[in-house]
């Protein structure tokens, strides 16, 4: 990840990076467990409700966990890229009243 400075500042869209990558791997460790539990939990127990029906083979319950396994990714990114540059923009105002400078080692 290059992050680019511009006057002893940071630019946005490195701000952005560094928020978006924090978040992404945040929900993402937290996330991918938890679907993968669900989905084990699913395949052992071998009945899930969906849309108010039963669903009880085990080809029909990973049809039904498929669209949930492709939107998680999408999802996590989307919402990465939302908030890390909301968290972005609210740097970038606060760095207005007080400067945030970056010292270089």
Known sequence: MQLRVVNGELTFGSIQKICSCGILVGFGVFMVPVFLLIAVAALI??????NGEMV??????????????????????????????????????????RPITVAVE
Do not use: H
């Open 45 to 50: 127990g071998g009945e899930i409700s969906f």
């Open 56 to 97: 009880r083979d085990r080809g029909q319950i990973l049809m039904v966990l498929v669209p949930f396994a492709i939107m998680m990714p999408v999802a996590l990114a989307w919402n990465a890229f939302i908030f890390g540059a909301l968290m972005a923009f609210a740097v970038k105002l606060y760095s207005r009243w």
